[in-house]
């Protein structure tokens, strides 16, 4: 190994290889574990008292629950685009980011699998939906959304996870090498499958890495389209819409990209990884994430012409949501989406830590206030006038929320603490290319 690729070994692998992480790291592991701490608190309560603590009620029948679950699978669903994107392409930034793109994709996916389950009521029951006639002697109902539930995240949690893992094999090794007790090297070298870098090995990882990228291109546009599909094949006036898809898959991935940008810059300053996380990969994730802002934006102008066409009783659902009780999130969704993130047009905004992380938050936030008011918002003006109410959370579901935000937390910092979150063969792989040219 030569003293460049030494080098760029040397610093990934040893902030994973590392005895002490300093106290910051301390400090946010323990915040979030007592969010976890508090979800299985909210989970056991609504396995023993029933989701009658939550306000769902008609015609509010999931609630913060599918507004939870929608939001945590489009973060899975952008990020998991963005890095097979740049597989694919090999294009240099995948180098950056792609590694801690796939993991936030596969803790989003597992934060996203616990919303459905647990809104099941008897949860214990939950393979009920498994497409396997063996409790009732019948087939699970199709046409049912819990059905597809399944198929989406059952397909997306497998692929993704793939994805992820495939990426870490050659690092496996790696660290596996470099560790320094016999724990660790059994460990790593567990997961690193008897790696040994042959040109065979190599070939093979090449072919399953890309294999499985292209796997994720059509399925998370088919999955995203399907949380959409959940929504579009109701008779809700405001839901029953062939733009859903669309506004779900363009949303989904400004907020994926965001938290990849959040998660670069947070990375890069915490853990100083400036050389391999460089100004210009986060210029560069700047543009994109702006990118995906503008077309968000024209797509609430597309929500309001399409309204103006309609016909009277979709157009006064769809103004009801911009004007009426749930206006200020609709309205809220707009400002921290798409007008906060124009910030990024200033390229001293987009080389920002702070700038990073203040925009990177805001488009997380944005779109959940999207997804409340399409969701709650949306299903308040029904067809039937006698069961228009209001929703607000109970605190069993703001727990219950609060809760997978602190788990998604607690992975990330044991993916950051054990793991190499910038891949090193990648990294030597384009050093030697520059040294040679």
């Not at 309560?45 to 009620?57: E, F, H, K, Q, T």
């Not at 788990?407 to 603490?417: E, Q």
Request: charged share 15%; hydrophobic share 55%; aromatic share 14%.
């Amino acid at each position: 190994m030569s003293g460049r690729a030494q080098a760029v070994t040397s610093t990934v692998a040893d902030v994973a290889l590392s005895r002490r992480f300093g106290w910051v790291w301390w400090i946010a592991l323990l915040a979030s574990g007592a969010l976890v701490l508090l979800l299985g608190y909210t989970l056991i309560s609504v396995a023993i008292l029933g989701v009658g603590v939550w306000g769902v009620n008609i015609p509010f029948v999931w609630g913060f629950d599918l507004i939870n679950y929608a939001w945590w699978i489009g973060i899975a669903n952008g990020a998991s685009l963005f890095a097979a994107i740049l597989v694919l392409r090999r294009h240099g930034l995948r180098t950056a980011v792609n590694r801690f793109a796939e993991g936030v994709a596969f803790f989003a996916v597992i934060c996203a699998g616990i919303f459905p389950i647990v809104h099941l009521g008897r949860p214990w029951l939950f393979y009920w939906v498994f497409p396997y006639p063996a409790t009732f002697q019948v087939w699970p109902q199709f046409r049912s959304t819990l059905t597809w539930d399944f198929w989406a995240i059952s397909t997306h949690a497998i692929v993704t996870s793939l994805l992820w893992y495939v990426g870490l094999i050659p690092d496996l090794a790696t660290l596996r090498d470099r560790a320094r007790t016999r724990a660790a090297k059994r460990v790593y070298g567990v997961f690193a499958l008897g790696w040994r870098g042959s040109v065979r090995h190599w070939a093979y990882h090449q072919r399953a890495y890309r294999l499985v990228a292209i796997l994720v291109l059509p399925l998370i546009l088919i999955m995203q389209s399907t949380v959409a599909f959940e929504f579009a094949v109701t008779l809700v006036p405001d839901w029953h819409e062939t733009r859903q898809p669309l506004h779900f898959v363009a949303t989904g991935l400004a907020q994926g990209l965001s938290i990849v940008l959040l998660v670069a810059v947070l990375l890069r300053w915490g853990l100083r990884l400036g050389r391999y996380i460089d100004e210009e990969d986060v210029d560069l994730l700047g543009r994109l994430v702006l990118a995906s802002a503008l077309v968000s934006g024209y797509l609430y102008l597309d929500e309001i012409a399409s309204a103006l066409l309609a016909e009277r009783i979709p157009q006064e659902a769809t103004f009801n949501r911009i004007t009426g009780d749930y206006a200020g999130l609709y309205w809220m969704s707009i400002v921290y989406s798409i007008v906060i993130p124009q910030l990024l047009w200033l390229k001293a905004a987009r080389q920002s830590t702070v700038a990073g992380i203040f925009v990177g938050i805001s488009i997380g936030v944005g779109i959940w206030f999207d997804r409340f008011s399409i969701i709650i918002g949306g299903l308040q003006t029904d067809y039937l006038p006698s069961i228009w109410r209001t929703y607000a959370p109970t605190l069993p579901e703001t727990g219950l929320f609060l809760g997978t935000l602190g788990l998604f937390a607690a992975l990330l910092l044991l993916f950051v603490r054990f793991l190499p979150v910038v891949s090193m063969f990648e990294t030597r792989h384009d050093e030697h290319e520059e040294a040679s040219s």
